[in-house]
């Protein structure tokens, strides 16, 4: 299997515009997680998704972050406007869940933002 | 409160020493699993080991070895003989029945350089 991929891999962008980070998980598996990684907060949880379903997205800073996911092959995760603060290493994941692997995540190799 | 504390932010080794890096969670439930994840400076995170609370059976996996403790709430990893190769940032994390065992809360991290 190809792995989770992740797309962009660096995306620069200045304050205001809209980002939008794809993901595709493993084939097969039920969970993908959006993390987002800093150097002053390390990994944060901010959305996970069970057969496509949004199950706890406590984890996203506000309002200006979204995520979908419209099918088992695909997800997204939009910020619209973007602010520097945004600027971090956004990671994708997936796990075959409870039957498979509990707690295994098969991590993408992550879409670096910079915002100016 | 911090669930996963990983209080050796950086550590050097030189080649072929034996090293330990420390992880100290926090829970209330019963049942809850323990991991350890490996980010090479590739940048994706790699899970190295899961542990669930009931099974307090040390293990080695070559190199590798893992001690938990629920006494301590301790879940420490030891590499021997550290190689090269092993440089990298190490995270400890945790994820609780109660919270969804999918949910990781990953500690802050220990970046490891063996130095040749």
């Known amino acids: 299997d190809a792995g989770v991929i992740q797309s962009p891999r660096h995306e620069v962008t200045e304050m205001g515009q809209e980002v939008t980070l794809r993901c595709k998980p493993i084939?097969?598996?039920?969970?993908l997680f959006w993390y987002r990684q800093t150097m002053m907060r390390g990994l944060e949880l901010l959305i996970y998704f069970n057969n496509n379903v949004p199950i706890d997205d406590s984890g996203m800073p506000e309002d200006r972050f979204s995520a979908k996911m419209p099918n088992a092959s695909f997800s997204t995760l939009k910020i619209q406007p973007s602010e520097p603060r945004d600027s971090a290493v956004y990671f994708c994941?997936?796990?075959?869940?409870?039957?498979?692997?509990?707690?295994?995540?098969?991590f993408g190799e992550g879409s670096r933002l910079t915002v100016l | 409160a911090q669930k996963v504390t990983q209080a050796q932010t950086e550590i050097s080794v030189v080649e072929k020493e034996d090293v330990t890096l420390d992880c100290v969670y926090e829970?209330?439930?019963?049942?809850?699993?323990l991991f350890w994840y490996k980010q090479p400076p590739s940048g994706e995170l790699v899970f190295l080991i899961r542990r669930n609370s009931f099974d307090e059976q040390n293990e080695i996996s070559g190199r590798y070895s893992w001690n938990f403790q629920k006494s301590t709430s301790s879940f420490n990893f030891t590499i021997t003989a550290s190689q090269v190769v092993d440089s990298a940032v190490y995270f400890c994390?945790?994820?609780?029945?109660?919270?969804?065992?999918?949910?990781?809360?990953f500690g802050t991290g220990t970046r490891l350089t063996v130095i040749p």
């Open positions: 829970t209330r439930d019963t049942t809850y699993y």
């Open positions: 084939s097969g598996h039920d969970y």
């Open positions: 994390a945790l994820s609780e029945e109660g919270t969804g065992a999918n949910n990781l809360f």
């Open positions: 994941a997936s796990s075959p869940g409870l039957a498979g692997g509990l707690g295994e995540l098969f």
